[in-house]
């Protein structure tokens, strides 16, 4: 491999080699052009054009079939022909608008071609005089190429593929797209009998002679084909991707040339097995690969598992397919001995829904899926053996993207677009497993991956605006923004101590078909706890499509785009410090009493300062939070009915009375709906249901939090304090949550 070095201010645009492969030419930005000597790779000069009169990009740099002459775009109205032996101006070519014009020279060497809109425009290349041009029953080509006897033409647009007699213009065929997809490159193969097209993720071969499509390719790519390449005998046709893969086709059978072992597409799923030995990749429509973790040697290759999504349990005991049109979900478990024993446990249906993804409870008992119909979300919940379907949750007016389940299996959060106004805005949907129903909707600034931390406080989250943001489960409060990337963050992976967290750029697979991005590859980690970074991971050059620490927290896989998978050796300058134990006076706990009912970094900070300091911590907090007591539920249940009682002050009174108690009164609302109150009645028991699970006063908030303190300081006397708080009202919110902090694993920082 070669690597070429661009000054600072320039920036590498289109390349094209000459046809005898000697040079090596390349524009940047202001259009110039640059070449190399290949044998040598020497530098030979710079061969200057006009500054662009408008900012965007050509679409490719073309030397003629002789390579004396070499063709660019300079801007609207200006193609600029130059002799390569003189690096002089040969001739500018007039009469098109489009700033970055589709080119072509025809096989003669002698004439330029370049598609703006509906029309052909035809130049001689030296003399730069206009001829004849050809006018096209579509517009907004993609592609263009010409036979070797220049005999055809073919154009792909936007809607089609078409071919056409050069001479005459008349159309011989044309192809309407199947799919949704860009055609991106067009090649004849040298007898002029078949044509070759790269689209979005496949490749399709015509045999031109009988009108008729030949075979289609599906490269198992979420990219699009940037080019196309046939070889001299017409056999073979070599197509890479954005992703860095390079697919070979054989053009007489359709069939891709594939390596033995490894992946020939994305990697979207990693994962390492209970005792680190083994690292597990999957990708769309691909095998399941396993490795060693320490040497990376391939080990097993399993079935070609069919989906567009995938994942693993913990541990990568089972595994999930999701394909999405139809909605289906297939659960598999990789402990069979051999490959042949591997067996589709559970398949779930969606039944007229889209499937989006699926992923595993902490357990492997459940599965929880995500789908989709007519802009309606439905989170549902499986039993992992038996496939049967014992939960589901409806979200109207809601796309979703990607979703995350905690480790207790109590919530689940789901990335997506809310449609419920006219403009989509971009938010995550808290839900609770348990009771079914949505607990917080907070909106977003274009997260579209997310991933809880192992104690389920914090849901992380990837975004195309390259930053990633932590919000506390609780409340959906954005608690703290790491910044740093520069192409948006597609990838995310906790520690199993939730002390660190580790993020990579990529393209979110929903978009990878339209979103491009600039800015180098990295994988950052960074300390959970004051949102530092520790350490960056450079030196690879594709998008990540997922991350996974080993149960050590040691060592961390990351699945490329590009097929590979890399492992990294955690180094000790991204682990975290270990906590020293911090005194704290009775001001400093007074204060941060008082900032744990606060909102975003004021609140988490504290969290962190109060468990360093246990000694003091523990009995403050004992002394501040106490059980929650029971609720007089027959004066409750008479506040509710009170709400339709004919006397305003009366309505007034309950509400102010019913208000404070928030969720803890959550199953008396919805009792009394459920006895279909008049309709004034249910707008107000609606509107506080409402407020009870989306808003939560200061207080509340606070003892919530000093929940978490315990739960992280997870020691004798924090345990015995939880203990106390769970032995509280069942009905209350305070004491469900100490339950579940006493049966988490909690780890001790280090």
Same mark, same amino acid.
């Given at each position: 491999?070669?690597?070429?070095?661009?000054?600072?201010?320039?920036? !590498? +645009?289109?390349? =094209? $080699? *000459?046809?005898?492969?000697? &040079?090596? /030419?390349?524009? @940047?930005?202001?259009?110039? #052009?640059?070449?190399?000597?290949?044998?040598?790779?020497?530098?030979?000069?710079?061969?200057?054009?006009?500054?662009?009169?408008?900012?965007?990009?050509?679409?490719?740099?073309?030397?003629?079939?002789?390579?004396?002459?070499?063709?660019?775009?300079?801007?609207?109205?200006?193609?600029?022909?130059?002799?390569?032996?003189?690096?002089?101006?040969?001739?500018?070519?007039?009469?098109?608008?489009?700033?970055?014009?589709?080119?072509?020279?025809?096989?003669?060497?002698?004439?330029?071609?370049?598609?703006?809109?509906?029309?052909?425009?035809?130049?001689?290349?030296?003399?730069?005089?206009?001829?004849?041009?050809?006018?096209?029953?579509?517009?907004? !080509? +993609?592609?263009? =190429? $010409? *036979?070797?006897?220049?005999? &055809?033409? /073919?154009?792909? @647009?936007?809607?089609?593929? #078409?071919?056409?007699?050069?001479?005459?213009?008349?159309?011989?065929?044309?192809?309407?797209?199947?799919?949704?997809?860009?055609?991106?490159?067009?090649?004849?193969?040298?007898?002029?009998?078949?044509?070759?097209?790269?689209?979005?993720?496949?490749?399709?071969?015509?045999?031109?002679?009988?009108?008729?499509?030949?075979?289609?390719?599906?490269?198992?790519?979420?990219?699009?084909?940037?080019?196309?390449?046939?070889?001299?005998?017409?056999?073979?046709?070599?197509?890479?991707?954005?992703?860095?893969?390079?697919?070979?086709?054989?053009?007489?059978?359709?069939?891709?040339?594939?390596?033995?072992?490894?992946?020939?597409?994305?990697?979207?799923?990693?994962?390492?097995?209970?005792?680190?030995?083994?690292?597990?990749?999957?990708?769309?429509?691909?095998?399941?690969?396993?490795?060693?973790?320490?040497?990376?040697?391939?080990?097993?290759?399993?079935?070609?598992?069919?989906?567009?999504?995938?994942?693993?349990?913990?541990?990568?005991?089972?595994?999930?397919?999701?394909?999405?049109?139809?909605?289906?979900?297939?659960?598999?478990?990789?402990?069979?001995?051999?490959?042949?024993?591997?067996?589709?446990?559970?398949?779930?249906?969606?039944?007229?829904?889209?499937?989006?993804?699926?992923?595993?409870?902490?357990?492997?008992?459940?599965?929880?899926?995500?789908?989709?119909?007519?802009?309606?979300?439905?989170?549902?919940?499986?039993?992992?053996?038996?496939?049967?379907?014992?939960?589901?949750?409806?979200?109207?007016?809601?796309?979703?993207?990607?979703?995350?389940?905690?480790?207790?299996?109590?919530?689940?959060?789901?990335?997506?677009?809310?449609?419920?106004?006219?403009?989509?805005?971009?938010?995550?949907?808290?839900?609770?497993?348990?009771?079914?129903?949505?607990?917080?909707?907070?909106?977003?600034?274009?997260?579209?991956?997310?991933?809880?931390?192992?104690?389920?406080?914090?849901?992380?989250?990837?975004?195309?605006?390259?930053?990633?943001?932590?919000?506390?489960?609780?409340?959906?409060?954005?608690?703290?923004?790491?910044?740093?990337?520069?192409?948006?963050?597609?990838?995310?992976?906790?520690?199993?101590?939730?002390?660190?967290?580790?993020?990579?750029?990529?393209?979110?697979?929903?978009?990878?078909?339209?979103?491009?991005?600039?800015?180098?590859?990295?994988?950052?980690?960074?300390?959970?706890?004051?949102?530092?970074?520790?350490?960056?991971?450079?030196?690879?050059?594709?998008?990540?499509?997922?991350?996974?620490?080993?149960?050590?927290?040691?060592?961390?896989?990351?699945?490329?785009?590009?097929?590979?998978?890399?492992?990294?050796?955690?180094?000790?300058?991204?682990?975290?410090?270990?906590?020293?134990?911090?005194?704290?006076?009775?001001?400093?706990?007074?204060?941060?009493?008082?900032?744990?009912?606060?909102?975003?970094?004021?609140?988490?900070?504290?969290?962190?300062?109060?468990?360093?300091?246990?000694?003091?911590?523990?009995?403050?907090?004992?002394?501040?939070?106490?059980?929650?007591?029971?609720?007089?539920?027959?004066?409750?249940?008479?506040?509710?009915?009170?709400?339709?009682?004919?006397?305003?002050?009366?309505?007034?009174?309950?509400?102010?009375?019913?208000?404070?108690?928030?969720?803890?009164?959550?199953?008396?609302?919805?009792?009394?709906?459920?006895?279909?109150?008049?309709?004034?009645?249910?707008?107000?028991?609606?509107?506080?249901?409402?407020?009870?699970?989306?808003?939560?006063?200061?207080?509340?908030?606070?003892?919530?939090?000093?929940?978490?303190?315990?739960?992280?300081?997870?020691?004798?006397?924090?345990?015995?304090?939880?203990?106390?708080?769970?032995?509280?009202?069942?009905?209350?919110?305070?004491?469900?949550?100490?339950?579940?902090?006493?049966?988490?694993?909690?780890?001790?920082?280090?």
């Amino acid at each position: 491999m070669k690597r070429l070095r661009m000054p600072p201010d320039l920036r !590498a +645009c289109p390349v =094209a $080699f *000459s046809p005898k492969g000697d &040079l090596f /030419a390349c524009q @940047t930005q202001n259009r110039s #052009i640059r070449l190399w000597d290949v044998k040598t790779w020497k530098f030979e000069r710079v061969i200057e054009a006009p500054p662009p009169r408008d900012p965007g990009d050509s679409h490719n740099i073309l030397f003629s079939s002789d390579g004396k002459l070499l063709v660019a775009s300079g801007g609207p109205d200006l193609i600029m022909v130059w002799d390569v032996a003189q690096g002089k101006e040969a001739s500018r070519l007039h009469g098109h608008e489009h700033a970055s014009p589709l080119l072509a020279f025809l096989p003669d060497g002698k004439t330029v071609a370049a598609v703006t809109g509906d029309v052909v425009r035809l130049w001689d290349a030296k003399s730069g005089k206009s001829l004849p041009s050809l006018k096209l029953k579509s517009s907004s !080509a +993609c592609a263009l =190429a $010409f *036979s070797a006897d220049a005999n &055809l033409m /073919a154009v792909g @647009t936007l809607e089609h593929v #078409i071919v056409v007699e050069f001479e005459t213009g008349k159309e011989i065929y044309r192809w309407r797209r199947p799919y949704l997809g860009r055609v991106h490159d067009l090649v004849f193969t040298p007898d002029g009998k078949k044509l070759v097209c790269g689209y979005d993720g496949s490749v399709r071969i015509w045999d031109l002679s009988a009108l008729r499509e030949q075979s289609v390719v599906d490269c198992n790519s979420a990219f699009g084909h940037s080019l196309a390449v046939l070889s001299p005998d017409g056999k073979t046709v070599a197509l890479g991707d954005a992703s860095s893969l390079v697919h070979v086709v054989d053009v007489a059978t359709g069939k891709i040339h594939q390596c033995e072992e490894g992946h020939h597409g994305p990697i979207h799923a990693v994962a390492f097995s209970l005792d680190g030995n083994s690292i597990f990749t999957g990708g769309a429509h691909q095998p399941v690969h396993t490795w060693g973790a320490q040497n990376g040697k391939h080990l097993r290759k399993f079935a070609n598992f069919s989906g567009s999504f995938m994942s693993f349990s913990p541990g990568a005991g089972l595994f999930a397919s999701a394909s999405k049109y139809p909605g289906v979900v297939r659960l598999w478990d990789l402990a069979a001995a051999n490959q042949a024993e591997i067996k589709e446990i559970a398949t779930l249906e969606h039944k007229g829904e889209s499937a989006c993804c699926a992923c595993f409870t902490q357990d492997q008992r459940a599965v929880v899926s995500v789908s989709s119909n007519d802009a309606v979300c439905f989170i549902n919940t499986w039993n992992s053996k038996t496939g049967e379907k014992f939960g589901q949750l409806k979200v109207a007016h809601f796309e979703p993207e990607s979703t995350s389940v905690s480790c207790d299996g109590r919530w689940a959060a789901v990335s997506g677009d809310d449609q419920k106004s006219a403009r989509t805005e971009s938010v995550v949907v808290l839900c609770d497993l348990e009771q079914r129903r949505v607990r917080h909707f907070f909106k977003t600034n274009d997260v579209f991956d997310v991933v809880f931390s192992p104690d389920g406080k914090i849901i992380a989250g990837g975004s195309l605006d390259h930053n990633v943001y932590l919000f506390e489960a609780a409340t959906g409060i954005e608690v703290m923004k790491l910044c740093g990337h520069e192409r948006p963050v597609a990838a995310i992976a906790f520690s199993p101590t939730g002390r660190i967290i580790a993020t990579a750029d990529g393209l979110p697979r929903m978009r990878m078909r339209w979103w491009m991005d600039i800015g180098s590859h990295a994988i950052r980690i960074w300390d959970l706890t004051t949102g530092k970074e520790l350490h960056k991971i450079e030196g690879y050059d594709s998008d990540v499509g997922a991350l996974a620490f080993s149960p050590d927290g040691k060592r961390i896989v990351a699945g490329l785009n590009n097929g590979t998978a890399l492992i990294w050796n955690v180094p000790a300058q991204a682990m975290p410090p270990p906590f020293t134990e911090e005194k704290l006076t009775d001001k400093d706990l007074t204060r941060l009493w008082v900032d744990l009912s606060g909102a975003g970094r004021q609140a988490y900070d504290a969290v962190w300062a109060l468990t360093r300091a246990p000694k003091q911590s523990v009995p403050f907090l004992a002394e501040k939070v106490q059980p929650a007591k029971p609720l007089d539920m027959k004066q409750v249940r008479q506040w509710i009915a009170d709400l339709d009682s004919d006397q305003f002050a009366k309505r007034d009174e309950a509400w102010k009375r019913l208000a404070p108690f928030g969720e803890d009164i959550e199953s008396e609302l919805r009792k009394a709906l459920e006895g279909k109150p008049t309709l004034e009645t249910q707008r107000r028991l609606e509107k506080l249901l409402e407020a009870a699970l989306h808003s939560r006063s200061p207080e509340k908030r606070r003892d919530l939090r000093a929940v978490w303190v315990l739960q992280l300081i997870n020691a004798t006397a924090a345990k015995g304090l939880l203990r106390t708080i769970a032995n509280g009202a069942q009905h209350a919110r305070l004491t469900r949550e100490a339950a579940a902090a006493l049966s988490s694993a909690s780890v001790p920082p280090e």
